[in-house]
C-alpha cells in the first residue's frame, strides 16, 4: 500500500531548496516560498491576479455548493486551502503556465459533464496525473528519443549526458504542482510524466502541449506519459555516479509491450 506524501513544515524548508534547476522556471515567486509566513489566500489571490480565475479558500461553506472542483474553476473559482505545500504550489503554476492549467480545466470539465462527477475515465487519469506531476521536455536530436523510449538510462544520461547541457535535450517546464511539494525533500528521488515535443524553445514547447491539450489530442490515456527519473539528468542530483543509475527500482526496465508516442510537432 502507497503511503501518502506528508510534506514538511515550511520552518523545516531550507531556503537553498528552491536553488534546484527543478524550481527555476518559477523563480519570479520564490518570495512567496520562502518567507517565515504563509501568504493567505487573499494575499496570493492578489499578488497572482489570474486572468479570469481566483483563488478562494476553501471551506466547509465553499464546498457545501457541491460543484466538482474542475467546474467551479470553470466558473472562475479555485478552492485553495491556506498553509498548504500543494495548493501554494498549484496557485503558482496557474500563474506561471495559465494557458496549460486552463487547457486541463477545459478538457477535464468535458469529461465530468459526461461521465458526472463520482466516475472518471483514463483520460481523466492521464489529466491529472500531468497536472500533478507533469513535465514538458523538448528534443531537437530524434536518437536522444529513441534511447529514451528504450529506458536505456545510461545512455540517455550519461554517455549523452552533453546533449542535456547543450540543449538537444531538455526540461522545458516542471508543470506538476505534487511534484514541486515533493522537491521539498531534497532526498526524494522524484519521477516526472512527460509530454515531449519537437523543437529548441522551452515557451514554444509549453505552447504546443497548451494547444495539443485544448484540442483533445494528447493526455486521452496515461500511457501516452514517459517517465523520466528526474535526478538522473546531469546536475539534478549529487550522487551521480555509475552504481547510481545501475538501481533498477529507480531507473526501471521497459515492460515488455511498452511503446510510446512519437514527440509532438516542432515548437519554433
Known amino acids: 500500500m502507497r503511503r501518502r506524501f506528508v510534506a514538511p513544515l515550511r520552518a523545516e524548508v531550507s531556503t537553498t531548496t528552491f536553488e534546484h534547476p527543478l524550481f527555476a522556471q518559477i523563480s519570479g ?42 467546474t467551479r474553476i470553470a466558473r472562475g473559482a479555485i478552492a485553495t486551502r491556506a498553509d498548504n505545500w500543494h495548493d501554494l504550489f498549484n496557485a ?14 477545459l478538457q477535464q470539465c468535458r469529461h465530468v459533464e459526461g461521465q458526472g462527477g463520482h466516475q472518471r ?23 536522444l528519443l529513441q534511447l529514451w523510449d528504450a529506458h ?63 484540442d483533445g489530442r494528447v493526455l486521452c490515456d496515461p500511457l501516452e506519459l514517459r517517465p523520466l527519473p528526474m535526478m538522473g539528468v546531469p546536475g539534478w542530483w549529487a550522487p551521480q555516479h555509475p552504481g547510481f543509475y545501475a538501481d533498477a527500482g529507480y531507473f526501471r526496465p521497459l515492460r515488455e509491450g511498452r511503446r510510446y508516442p512519437d514527440a509532438m510537432g516542432h515548437a519554433a
Request: hydrophobic share 50%.
Open 29 to 70: 515567486f520564490r518570495d512567496l516560498l520562502t518567507g517565515p509566513e504563509w501568504p493567505s489566500v487573499s494575499m496570493l489571490d492578489q499578488r497572482l491576479a489570474l486572468d479570469g480565475r481566483h483563488l478562494v479558500e476553501q471551506t466547509d461553506a465553499l464546498l457545501a455548493d457541491g460543484l466538482h472542483y474542475e
Open 121 to 143: 475515465n483514463r483520460a481523466q487519469a492521464a489529466l491529472t496525473q500531468f497536472d500533478e506531476s507533469g513535465v514538458v521536455v523538448r528534443v531537437t536530436d530524434a536518437a
Open 152 to 214: 536505456d538510462w545510461q545512455s540517455l544520461f550519461v554517455a549523452q549526458a552533453d546533449a542535456w547541457r547543450d540543449g538537444r535535450i531538455a526540461v522545458a517546464a516542471v508543470f506538476g504542482h505534487a511534484l514541486m511539494e515533493q522537491a521539498l525533500l531534497p532526498e526524494r528521488l522524484l519521477v516526472g510524466k512527460c509530454l515531449v515535443v519537437q523543437g529548441d524553445d522551452d515557451a514554444g514547447a509549453v505552447a504546443a502541449v497548451a494547444q495539443a491539450v485544448e
Open 92 to 105: 503558482v503554476v496557474w500563474a506561471r503556465y495559465p494557458a496549460l492549467k486552463q487547457a486541463l480545466n
